[in-house]
């Protein structure tokens, strides 16, 4: 079972803004607990008039004890407290001429437990620009105080995959062993199959639908969070500029050393 969070907002500030600050968004208050991030990649696409970024964000955080007890520490490379680094890779398209951006994040390491993929989208409320330049949608962008965003969360655990695909390839194995000796004319009494541990089954299923459930509940109170803080660079911005985010990227590392 697939677990999806979603959500519509707004932030009170112009599409370039918002650009701006999801790109200047760590650290803040509220994210203290991503540690480094690295560009990979950077291109803009003249054609288009579209910017795409390719990032690399570094997290420390503790998993739900919960997790830790039905997997175990090793299982999730957790330390002695719980917790864990993790890597998340961030891809995003810009197009201040159309006034939207898009942004992906998913998880790269422990997929095989629980594979996480968030969608954003930031538009400025609908105007026409057809046939404007690039300059004069930037212009009419600044001007409109607002942004919209919706916001997805996919949620799917992959416990116990493994296990069932190489359940499925010894049943065939199986199926072809029998038919061979049925071919050959053997009689006498045969011994039924032995029937598949239904505890086994039961327990991958049910630790996935945990950990999926959890998982969701995590995104739910993390979300508001990652709202709060892009409103805080935001007013950083609108007060201090760039030089004003980066004082406050100083302050919150000195407060919160990695």
């Not at 520490?73 to 998340?88: E, I, L, P, R």
């Not at 810009?94 to 898009?102: A, K, L, P, S, T």
């Not at 029937?195 to 086994?200: D, E, L, P, T, Y």
Request: glycine share 8%; with cysteine.
């Amino acid at each position: 079972m697939v677990q999806v969070y979603t959500s519509t907002h707004s932030y009170p500030s112009s599409l370039p803004a918002v650009t701006l600050a999801y790109f200047l968004r760590y650290p803040n208050p509220y994210s203290l607990h991503v540690t480094s991030t690295d560009t990979i990649s950077r291109r803009f696409d003249p054609s288009t008039q579209r910017l795409f970024t390719t990032r690399l964000h570094v997290k420390k955080s503790r998993l739900p004890s919960a997790v830790v007890r039905l997997l175990g520490k090793g299982a999730v490379g957790a330390a002695d407290d719980g917790s864990t680094q993790s890597f998340v890779l961030e891809t995003t398209c810009v197009d201040v001429r159309e006034g939207w951006m898009e942004a992906e994040s998913r998880n790269l390491d422990w997929r095989g437990v629980l594979s996480v993929v968030e969608r954003g989208r930031y538009e400025r409320p609908s105007k026409t620009t057809v046939g404007a330049s690039a300059e004069e949608a930037a212009s009419l962008a600044a001007k409109d105080e607002k942004t919209m965003v919706s916001v997805s969360v996919t949620l799917k655990s992959h416990i116990g995959e493994q296990l069932r695909k190489r359940r499925a390839r010894w049943g065939e194995q199986a199926s072809e062993m029998v038919g061979a000796v049925s071919g050959s004319g053997s009689s006498g009494d045969e011994e039924p199959a032995p029937r598949k541990g239904w505890f086994s089954a039961w327990s991958s299923g049910a630790i996935r639908t945990a950990i999926e459930k959890i998982s969701l509940q995590r995104t739910e109170r993390s979300q508001p969070k990652a709202q709060q803080g892009m409103m805080v660079v935001l007013e950083r911005l609108r007060n201090g500029g760039l030089v004003g985010v980066l004082e406050g990227m100083r302050l919150d590392r000195e407060v919160h050393p990695v």
